[in-house]
């Protein structure tokens, strides 16, 4: 069974510049979460889909971050237009049925805003 | 307000020193107990999750337990391979998302 993939991997943009990272859930998991974590910090919760529809945007910073999940499949997360502060790994998580089932994450993006 | 902590920030031990990290939490509701292990450059990876005070699971050399308050991770007899950052997490009751701490990373040197 493929895991949770992400992409890409390592991102380096300008301030002001847009960015969009993708995420690829296991096969079946309905739903779909985006952490993020910033240096020296611990990983914090950004969004939780549910199929197609967000659940819980309650960890999203502000109004620069969209997310969407097309059809319920894989997920994107843009930034729009990205400041220095968002710099961080964004990790990209899903689960099967239950939101109490364990949480499978992928291997991250690394952001970084100069 | 949920809040997670972990300690020790960084545990040094020789191959065979057991040893044990503790994950203090305060949660409304706990609706289960998550540790993870991250190895650099790459995501969490799940290890184990537990739901209530008593709770006890094992894989390998690593044994987790938890109380009403802390949840402690047993390393036995530990090899260079565990060398890793472990994570720990709760959901309350309030939503369906993981509060994580900031992680013990621990280096097992041989």
């Known amino acids: 069974e493929a895991g949770v993939t992400q992409f890409p991997s390592h991102s380096v943009i300008e301030k002001g510049q847009t960015v969009t990272l993708r995420c690829d859930p296991i096969s079946g998991h309905d739903n779909l979460y985006w952490y993020r974590r910033v240096m020296g910090k611990e990983i914090k919760f950004l969004l939780h889909f549910v199929k197609e529809s967000k659940q819980d945007e309650s960890g999203m910073p502000n109004n620069r971050f969209l997310a969407e999940r097309t059809g319920g499949t894989y997920s994107t997360l843009k930034v729009q237009p990205a400041e220095l502060e968002d710099s961080g790994v964004y990790f990209c998580?899903?689960?099967?049925?239950?939101?109490?089932?364990?949480?499978?994450f992928g291997p991250g993006t690394r952001l970084t805003v100069t | 307000e949920d809040q997670v902590t972990q300690s020790p920030e960084a545990l040094r031990l020789q191959e065979g020193e057991s040893s044990s990290l503790n994950c203090s939490y305060t949660?409304?509701?706990?609706?289960?107990l998550f540790w993870y292990r991250q190895d650099p450059g790459k995501g969490p990876e799940f290890l184990f999750t537990l739901y209530s005070a008593g709770e006890e699971k094992e894989k390998e050399r690593l044994k987790a337990t938890l109380t009403k308050k802390e949840s402690f991770l047993h390393i036995t007899a530990p090899k260079p391979e565990d060398s890793a950052t472990y994570l720990c997490?709760?959901?309350?009751?309030?939503?369906?998302?993981?509060?994580f701490g900031k992680g013990t990373t621990l280096s097992v040197s041989s």
């Open positions: 998580a899903s689960s099967h049925q239950t939101p109490s089932d364990e949480q499978y």
């Open positions: 997490a709760v959901k309350g009751q309030a939503g369906t998302a993981l509060i």
């Open positions: 949660v409304s509701g706990l609706r289960g």
